[in-house]
Every structure is written in structure tokens, then in C-alpha cells.
């Protein structure tokens, strides 16, 4: 066997692991999740999900980012928009909160789990593995979108903000909105995952009246 058949079989065999995932999470919910329950789905013996993945947190990372889907092209329709700094701030804002309140396990395990300091390497070999899903962004989106983790990802977007004449940030305060912000966000999302019947909606015009009032928008 060549050594592009191999790594494709090896391609192959972790898309079989991450479907096997993907359909349990969805079917049985984050907290059922087993390697016994997703090796037996896709074909494998327990032990052999480590020939591909770090651990079963590794795996579940890579399986849920197919609920990223509509968040990243709507990200990639933004793109093409050309927006102005505050309304664009905004409009990313509120179809990440549209998305992640949604499904707020999934979302709190992928930005405050485990690996939620990783997150540019699990997207690049996500990216990787399924192509055909890899959006195409403004330089902004971009590197948001591909940061290490929550914290870079939402001081990115505050730093756009900075040009913009009678907010409440600047250098100074920049960290500390951003520190905010991101508790905030955490905090919903627990709220979210205790109380499963509460709205969505609610919930991200609350995240979104929270970072208006932070930075004086």
C-alpha cells in the first residue's frame, strides 16, 4: 500500500469515527457519549480510536463542528458585505448567539472544555478532513473565526471597534470588556444547559444587550 492510500484509509477511518460520533451526539445527547458506544457504531474495536484521535474529547471536538455549518456561511455571506466596523461587530455577534444557544453542550464543550485552547489545530484538521465545508472569509472573520481560543477570538472582534469614535474601549480597557464579554457568554451558556426550555432567542439578545452596554454602543 502506497503511502497516499494510507493516508487516505487513514482519512477515511477518522470520518467513520467522527459520523459514528456526530450521530450519537445528536441522537443521544453530549453527556451519553462513550468510546465503547462510537467504536461499535463505526466498526472499530474500542482501542482503536486512538490510532487516530488524542483522546474522546479530541473526537467529539472534531464531531460536533458540523453544527458550525450555518454559522460559518453566514460568516462567509457577512464577508462579501463589507459592512462598517460597528454593524458588522454586531451582525457576527448575533448569528454566533443565534448558533451557539441552540446547542449549548455542544458549544460549551468546544469553547470551555478540554481542548477549548486548541481551537485553531481541531479547525485546521477539520478543515482538513472535510474541504468541501471550508468557508472563505474576510481577513477579520478569518482570524477570528480560526482563534486559538474564545478569549483571542473575541478580543479580535473588540479590536476592530477601536476607530470607532464614542464607545466606551480602548488599549486600556480592552482586556477587561473582552474578560466580560466572555464570562458572560459562559454564564449563559450554563444558564442555557441547566434550563434547556429557556429561549433561545431570549438568551442571545441578552448576550448581545450585555456587550452593547460594555462597550458603549
Known sequence: MSMNQKEELRTQNMI?????????????????????KIAEKAGFHNSTIYLYFRDMDHLVMLA????????????ARLSRQNLPPLDNFFAIWSFFGHTVFRS???FYNFFFG????????????YYAI???????????????????????RCYRLLESLLDCEGLRIGRDNLEMVNEIIVSFLKFLLEEKCQDPESDPGIMN????????????A
Not at 460536533?64 to 460568516?75: G, M, Q, V
Not at 477549548?116 to 484538521?125: A, P
Not at 468541501?132 to 481577513?139: D, F, G, L
Open 16 to 36: 467513520r469515527f467522527i459520523e459514528a460520533a456526530r450521530e450519537l451526539i445528536d441522537q443521544e445527547g453530549l453527556e451519553s457519549l462513550s468510546i465503547r
Open 114 to 125: 478540554k481542548h477549548s485552547d486548541n481551537l485553531t489545530d481541531i479547525m485546521e484538521e
Open 205 to 216: 439578545h441578552r448576550l448581545l444587550e450585555m456587550i452593547k452596554y460594555v462597550t458603549g
Open 130 to 152: 472535510f474541504p468541501e465545508e471550508k468557508e472563505e472569509y474576510s481577513a477579520l472573520i478569518g482570524i477570528m473565526y480560526y482563534g486559538k481560543n474564545i478569549t483571542e
Open 104 to 106: 449549548p453542550h455542544i
Open 64 to 75: 460536533t463542528l458540523k453544527h458550525f455549518t450555518d454559522y460559518s456561511r453566514s460568516l
